[in-house]
Structures are given as structure tokens and as C-alpha cells.
């Protein structure tokens, strides 16, 4: 295909944002696994999903502005933009991330606490009632165990009977 050095260096201009914008989203990755500890399967995992994107992500840009041709300032570009990337901002992203995060978390469960609020009065003005129910509820529970181990035999035979006459039916 015919090119002209302009689409060329555009191709290249791109293809260094993309790096910059995989490093951007590895970042994001690292940023979760900040506040989300997981385990080492699920870093492996995460980390082969992310370079299958990346790479995906490098080749749409060389069908989009290259005709589909996959070229060596392709790669050097995605490389320049990584190191771009990493050099300019990427502590302070992950790290401004992390507050940022951890911040919006923090103001999340203050606003269901809000919101529960009523609630957990409701809850703490019926505790007693509920546990006083409860208590001679358990206690006339307790009894009728009690009653039913001496009386064992009798309510056993019982049971037994009332089941197999269902049975028959």
C-alpha cells in the first residue's frame, strides 16, 4: 500500500498512546489488587488477560492506521509509550488511585450507615422486647424437650403409629 511519512507518524503517535493506554490500565489492575488482596492464580490470570488486551488492543490500531499491516515503528511506538508512561506519572496514578478509591469506599459505607441509621433504632428499640419473647419461648421449648426424652417411649410409639396409618391411606 501506498503511505506517506505523515500517516506513518501518525501510525506511530498511536500506536504510543495505546502503549501509554495498556500501561494506564495495568495500572487500574494494580490499583484493585491495592485494595483487594487475591491470590497468586488470580494475579496470573489477570496478568495473561491484560497482554492478550494489550496485544489486541496494538494490532486494532495497526488495522485502523496501517491497512492491517503490522510494522516495526508499531512496536517501538507501544514500547515508547510504556516508557513514557512510566516515567511521567505512573507512581503517582496508582498511588493517587489508591486514596482516591479507598476515599470514595470510605464515603460509601458513611452514606449506608446514614441511611441505615432508622433501622438500627428500630432494631435496638425492639431487641428486648424480641429477647424476652424469646426467652420464654426457648424456655417452653426446653420444657416440652424435657417432657418428650422421660416420656420417650410413649411419644416415640406414637409418632411411629400416626406415620403408618398415614402410610396405609
Do not use: H
Not at 89 to 109: E, H
Not at 123 to 133: E, G, R, S, Y
Not at 134 to 154: D, F, I, M, P, V
Amino acid at each position: 500500500m501506498y503511505s506517506t511519512v505523515s500517516d506513518e507518524a501518525v501510525f506511530f503517535l498511536c500506536c504510543i498512546a495505546v502503549g501509554a493506554l495498556a500501561v494506564f490500565l495495568y495500572d487500574i489492575l494494580r490499583i484493585s489488587r491495592r485494595i483487594v488482596k487475591v491470590g497468586v492464580s488470580v494475579v496470573t490470570a489477570e496478568d495473561i488477560l491484560f497482554f492478550v488486551v494489550a496485544a489486541l488492543m496494538l494490532f486494532y490500531v495497526a488495522y485502523l492506521k496501517n491497512s492491517g499491516e503490522v510494522r516495526w515503528q508499531g512496536f517501538i511506538g507501544g514500547a515508547l509509550g510504556v516508557v513514557l508512561y512510566i516515567f511521567v506519572v505512573r507512581n503517582r496514578v496508582v498511588d493517587t488511585g489508591t486514596v482516591l478509591v479507598r476515599w470514595f469506599m470510605k464515603m460509601f459505607v458513611g452514606a449506608v450507615r446514614i441511611c441505615l441509621f432508622p433501622v438500627r433504632i428500630i432494631f435496638k428499640a425492639l431487641k428486648k422486647p424480641i429477647a424476652v419473647v424469646a426467652w420464654y419461648t426457648g424456655k417452653s421449648l426446653r420444657r416440652a424437650k424435657r417432657l418428650a426424652r422421660q416420656a420417650k417411649l410413649r411419644v416415640g410409639m406414637r409418632a411411629k403409629g400416626a406415620f403408618l396409618m398415614l402410610r396405609k391411606k
